[in-house]
């Protein structure tokens, strides 16, 4: 009986260890992978006009939609979309030009939520 609950006590265990091994792979990948602060948007509606009239967005759309941002934080956040239309196959027409419905979806923008405050500040006429 005491060999049970010996056996049991291993297995209990390994689980544990199982699970910190991977956790620590999570942590690991994480502390390799760049973080990506994204700067907030500097107005509903000019995030919705520009996610609905390019289908590709530059610096200028990008600066217009968070802002006065600096070279580097522009590079990194394109960077970012670009490692991301890399993985998922999807080509640009322009060199310098990103998707426009991957940047949102990196940069964590939703545009159906935009769309619902929108509606909520006509209906309030602010």
């Known amino acids: ?24 792979r999570i942590i690991e990948a994480n502390r390799r992978s760049p973080r990506l602060n994204v700067p907030p948007i500097t107005g509903i509606d000019i995030a919705l006009h520009i996610f609905y009239s390019f289908s590709e967005i530059g610096n200028k759309e990008i600066c217009k939609l968070f802002g006065r941002i600096s070279s580097a934080k522009l590079s990194k956040l394109k960077k970012a979309v670009k490692d991301e239309m890399h993985n998922h196959n999807i080509y640009s027409y322009g060199m310098y030009k990103i998707n426009t419905a991957v940047a949102y979806a990196v940069w964590g923008i939703d545009v159906a939520d935009l769309e619902k405050r929108r509606k909520k500040l006509k209906d309030l006429k602010l």
Do not use: H, P, Q
């Not at 009986?1 to 620590?24: P, Q, R």
């Open 1 to 24: 009986m005491s060999y049970d609950l010996i056996s049991e006590d291993k297995t209990i265990v390994n689980d544990v260890l199982k699970e910190d091994f991977a956790l620590e």
